[in-house]
Structure formats: structure tokens, C-alpha cells
């Protein structure tokens, strides 16, 4: 076997194998630009009207988002009252701040989301109030997916 040189050897083997198992998956998987920020959203539903708000949400809401670049990172209900009848908090990530101005804009502008809001508050409002809060990742957290 003739002897082969250092680097047509290493040229042959696929990054792939000399990168750490950690850093490929890290690299491979992380999703989020390092602008990424994140949105903390707490809507607290009108009396009796959780179950409205959730069902928007559920049938509507989400799928308008994507539309306009507003990707849901997850949705709860508390457990325990008083927040349990009352409220959902959800994530939204968002390329930049800039983007998460635009992104709202352009959905508070969509025509069907005015159509669904509408339809969904024939018989009343169904958020009193909603806080936001926007949010970046700290060097230390776990990448998001």
C-alpha cells in the first residue's frame, strides 16, 4: 500500500468526523441567529372567555402569525388559580426587534386577522390586558429549537 500524504488524508475524511459530537449537533441545530429576540406574551382573558381566546388561537391565530414571521416557540395555561381561568402565555421568536415591530404591524393589518377578531368578539373582548416583554438568550441558556 503506497504511504499517503498527511493532507490528501484529511482532505478525504468529512468534517464531519473531526468535529466534537457537541459542536456538529450544536452547530447543525441551532435555529436562532444570534439577532434572534424573543417575546413573552401574558394575555389575560376577559371573564369567561379563556376558552374563547384559546380556541382563536388554536384555529386562527397561530396560522397568521407564521404568515407574517412570528414563530411560536410554545403556549401554556397556568395550573393553579387565580391565573388558571384566566390567562395563556406563549413565546414568539422573531428575527430582530426591528422584525418583531414589522411582523406586528403587518398582522394587526392582516384582513383576515380582522375578520377573526371580529367574529370572535361578537359577544365581547375577549383579552383585558396583555403584557409583553422581549428577550434574548444568555450565552449560557440551551439553544431553542
Do not use: C
Request: hydrophobic letters at 40%.
Amino acid at each position: 500500500m503506497p504511504a499517503v500524504k498527511r493532507r490528501t488524508l484529511l482532505q478525504a475524511i468529512p468534517a464531519a468526523t473531526i468535529l466534537p459530537a457537541a459542536l456538529w449537533a450544536t452547530s447543525a441545530h441551532d435555529d436562532a441567529p444570534s439577532t434572534s429576540v424573543y417575546e413573552l406574551r401574558v394575555y389575560h382573558a376577559a371573564s369567561g372567555k379563556l376558552a374563547d381566546l384559546e380556541a382563536r388561537f388554536g384555529e386562527h391565530t397561530i396560522k397568521i402569525f407564521d404568515r407574517h414571521g412570528m414563530k411560536s416557540v410554545a403556549y401554556w395555561t397556568p395550573l393553579d388559580e387565580p391565573d388558571k381561568s384566566n390567562t395563556l402565555i406563549y413565546i414568539l421568536q422573531h428575527p430582530s426587534r426591528e422584525a418583531a415591530t414589522a411582523n406586528w404591524k403587518s398582522f394587526q393589518d392582516d384582513p383576515e386577522w380582522k375578520s377573526v377578531k371580529e367574529k370572535s368578539e361578537a359577544n365581547g373582548k375577549l383579552v383585558e390586558k396583555v403584557d409583553s416583554t422581549f428577550l434574548a438568550l444568555t450565552d449560557f441558556s440551551p439553544r431553542l429549537r
